[in-house]
């Protein structure tokens, strides 16, 4: 009886994992493919971070740390500017996300809209810090596009939680 | 035992977290022909289906909505050089009769940019056009309007562009005239939401004034001569009072340009002829 039920949380681990394997490849796709094919500009919504920050507030804080990682190196060599100030800023923010869920977060819709915008805003923050920016563009940057893109990255997040929440086994409170 | 599980998994975690820290701060300072190394063979290996999938979204969006502009573009383009037609026969003409040597064509190739929702994006562009195609390292990047930068990185298929917004980006500029050199560079100053580039080094007794068109000069082995950079928009001030500085208004916007052209060849051409004082 006790082995059946292990083999039941093992199988239903499992499929989570698929589950989310498949939202984080669909997140990637729509990245690299149908939002680029769609529309550009520094206000578009960063879904690879969205993928990071929705895996790493279900892992603890080391993997999610070593996630950033692969998503900083992919932004790096995507969109170069400075190599090393991507994989800083994502290694962070996903550390950062991780211990704060396990911290205080509530599995609240406004919490997690909260975190994915001020997710994009410190990672950008700390992009444009470690390459050097300039002191007047750091400060459009930060006033205007970063917000504009936290608040689009937030917006997608939501639609993402409100779609797969059974998928990515996120209570919503509210 | 419980808890000591538990202590060891937060070990466990801040091990890795700083392993992750530590390996970004050596990414950080690594030197800069290896930094770029190591991108363009990641670009070309492991992350090569993602360029793949971006160089297909940038002509989507074109094709989606860029064609009816692209196909004017063209039209009127296909008019001048009709109209133009005349004006090269005599030009030649006249070229045979004083012996002179024909116009250094500038070879070129076509890239589509492939943009990313990054807030450093307009520094640093990726391009879908590499050394198979005969880009190189330094090359000039231009679009229709003027300059844009140049070829940082050149990988096999595709190749990373430091556009002017660049901090370390330069190139020896010149007025239409010729009359006036200078270095132009990033400034620190902006005009609204649009950076703006500075032209430095024009001597004190040099002017120019506000709408003045600034072309590359040709000097430095980078930037063909005659390039359209910008106009003068402002009168600068240089703390030293050594030299004259000009903020100059650039033609090409990095953050929305879709389609530029990498020149090939010729560098060395500062002794071309410059297209005059009037804007591209």
Redesign the interface.
């Known amino acids: 009886m006790t082995l059946r039920s292990s083999d039941r949380r093992r199988r239903t681990r499992s499929t989570d994992r698929v589950r989310i394997g498949l939202v984080v490849l669909l997140l990637?796709?729509t990245d690299?493919?149908?939002?680029?094919?769609?529309v550009?500009?520094?206000?578009?919504?960063?879904l690879l971070l969205l993928a990071l920050l929705l895996l790493a507030i279900r892992q603890?804080?080391?993997?999610a740390?070593?996630i950033?990682?692969a998503v900083?190196?992919?932004?790096?060599?995507?969109?170069?500017?400075?190599?090393?100030?991507?994989?800083?800023a994502h290694?962070?923010v996903g550390?950062g996300a991780s211990w704060g869920r396990s911290v205080f977060f509530a599995d609240n819709l406004f919490v997690n809209a909260a975190l994915f915008a001020v997710g994009t805003w410190v990672r950008?923050l700390i992009?444009?810090l470690?390459?050097?920016?300039?002191?007047?563009?750091l400060l459009?940057?930060l006033t205007?596009?970063?917000p504009l893109?936290g608040l689009s990255t937030a917006a997608v997040g939501v639609l993402v939680v409100m779609l797969f929440r059974d998928w990515l086994a996120i209570r919503i409170d509210a | 035992m419980g808890r000591r599980a538990g202590r060891e998994t937060a070990r466990g975690d801040l091990l890795l977290f700083v392993g992750c820290v530590a390996l970004a701060l050596i990414a950080l300072v690594l030197p800069r022909q290896w930094a770029q190394g190591l991108t363009a063979t990641l670009r070309t290996t492991a992350f090569r289906p993602m360029v793949i999938l971006q160089d297909r979204a940038a002509e989507d969006l074109t094709a989606r909505f860029r064609l009816k502009g692209i196909q004017q573009q063209r039209d009127s383009l296909a008019l001048a050089i009709q109209q133009q037609g005349a004006l090269r026969q005599e030009n030649d003409n006249l070229r045979s009769l004083v012996t002179l040597r024909q116009r250094l064509a500038r070879p070129y190739v076509a890239a589509e940019v492939l943009h990313r929702p990054a807030s450093t994006e307009g520094r640093m562009l990726l391009v879908g056009a590499g050394t198979t195609v005969g880009v190189d390292s330094f090359a000039a990047v231009v679009t229709a309007e003027g300059l844009l930068g140049a070829i940082w990185n050149a990988g096999p298929t595709s190749s990373s562009v430091m556009t002017w917004v660049h901090p370390e980006f330069r190139a020896s500029a010149v007025t239409g005239d010729g009359r006036v050199l200078g270095l132009v560079q990033p400034s620190p100053a902006m005009e609204g939401r649009q950076p703006l580039l500075e032209l430095r080094g024009v001597a004190l007794r040099d002017s120019l004034t506000i709408g003045t068109t600034v072309f590359t000069s040709g000097l430095g082995g980078v930037f063909p001569r005659g390039i359209p950079i910008g106009t003068v928009a402002k009168i600068g001030r240089d703390e030293l009072g050594y030299e004259r500085v000009y903020l100059i208004r650039p033609f090409v916007n990095p953050g929305i340009v879709s389609h530029v052209l990498i020149l090939t060849a010729p560098r060395d051409s500062m002794f071309l002829p410059l297209p005059g004082g009037e804007g591209p």
């Not at chain 1, 470690?130 to 563009?137: I, N």
């Open positions: 990637i796709f690299a493919y149908l939002l680029p094919s769609l550009t500009g520094p206000w578009v919504p960063d603890s804080p080391g993997t740390a070593v950033g990682f900083g190196l992919v932004a790096d060599v995507l969109s170069p500017a400075h190599f090393g100030a991507g994989i800083m290694v962070l550390w950008n992009v444009l470690l390459s050097g920016t300039a002191a007047s563009e459009v940057q205007v596009w970063s893109q």
